[in-house]
Each structure stands twice: as C-alpha cells, then as structure tokens.
C-alpha cells in the first residue's frame, strides 16, 4: 500500500526553523511529484513547493509567501522529502501535509490528489 508518514511540526516561535519530514513508502518519490501543502481552517489548501518541476530544473518553491524562507528537499535513497522551514512567523501557523501524485511532472493545486499523508501541525507563537 503506497503511504507517506509526515514528522517534525510542532510549536515553534516566532524566527525559529523547523523541518518536516515525509517518508513514502509502497512506491518511490522519483516515480512522482510530491509537494508540501498548508491548510489553515476555514481556508483553502494552499501549494508550498514540489520535488518536481515541468521544465526538469527540480524541487521548487512556488508559493509566494514562503520563498526565500522554506526549502524541499528530496533524498531518494531514503525515499524521504524534506521542507526546511526558517524565519518562521505567526502566519506559518497550519496544517501541513505532504502530498505525491504519481506519474505526474508537477504538483497541481486543489484537493484531487494521489496520496496524502496524515497532516503535521505547525504552531509559531509570536
């Protein structure tokens, strides 16, 4: 069964890092496009950045409001993918999930995906 386990959310405070980990397992990360995800309640799924881009040049962080402080990382020996999380702020504050979709050379947006993980909770205090 293909699955992904998501560790490291936690409480943080404000200008603190974290990292969250997603380990796959039943299928390998390179065979797929897995991004990182945020949901804060009462608003929509929001796109972090994904190991795979269509243009081949690799894991990016597409989402405005975290470029430059949040990284993805992807080590396919371990069949593991990373966000590293700096400067973190008050606004950070959600759900995180790690999301793959097979087969696939992007991450698309919306809520129509392939497998999800279990969601991490990310709190930064002010």
């Known amino acids: 069964e293909a699955q992904l386990v998501e560790s490291g959310g936690g409480l943080v405070q404000a200008g603190g890092s974290l990292r969250l980990s997603c380990a796959a397992s039943?299928?390998?990360?390179?065979?797929?496009?897995v991004g990182w995800f945020r949901q804060v309640p009462g608003k929509h799924l929001e796109g972090l950045s994904c190991?795979?881009?269509?243009?081949?040049?690799?894991?990016?962080t597409s989402a405005a409001s975290v470029k430059g402080r949040f990284t993805i990382s992807a080590d396919n020996a371990k069949n593991t993918v990373y966000l590293q999380m700096n400067s973190l702020k008050p606004d950070d504050t959600a759900v995180y999930y790690c999301?793959?979709?097979?087969?696939?050379?992007?991450?698309?947006?919306?809520?129509?995906?392939?497998?999800w993980g279990q969601g991490t909770q990310v709190t930064v205090n002010a």
């Open positions: 999301i793959a979709d097979r087969g696939r050379d992007f991450c698309p947006l919306g809520y129509q995906h392939d497998i």
């Open positions: 039943g299928f390998k990360i390179d065979d797929a496009a």
């Open positions: 190991t795979k881009n269509p243009d081949g040049s690799g894991p990016y």
